[in-house]
């Protein structure tokens, strides 16, 4: 079992040692819009706009497009697998709903012959 000493007679402020000396700073903790997905130049990594060239922006948006469209595949395949099963198991149903009416459709020939 841990024990932990809690005793504020033993606890003095000078003992403590901070880890880091200085505060820590990203290099994009000024910029307002940093990571912000409402901006027009958003596509998952920081751009700044004015430092794009008008063929990065175009492959930016291009590249945002493509995400959409690997995502909406990814959507219509999980629905179509979906109506296959769906189909699988009506066509099931269906064969042995005739079976069964084929074996009684026997039976009643038989009773009646």
């Known amino acids: 079992m841990a024990y932990f000493n809690n005793d504020p007679q033993d606890a003095r402020e000078e003992d403590y040692q901070p880890v880091f000396q200085q505060p820590v700073e990203d290099d994009f903790a000024g910029d307002a819009n940093y990571g912000d997905p409402q901006e027009e130049y958003y596509t ?3 751009y700044d706009e ?4 008008e063929e990065e922006r175009r492959e930016a948006r291009q590249m945002k497009w493509k995400m959409l469209a690997g995502v909406g ?8 697998t979906v109506v296959i099963l769906l189909l699988v198991a009506l066509l099931i149903n269906l064969i042995t709903w005739v079976q ?13 012959l």
């Open 100 to 112: 069964s009416d084929i074996s009684q459709s026997f039976t009643l020939w038989q009773t009646k």
């Open 50 to 53: 004015e430092y794009l060239t």
């Open 44 to 46: 998952g990594e920081v």
């Open 73 to 80: 595949d990814f959507i219509g395949v999980l629905a179509g």
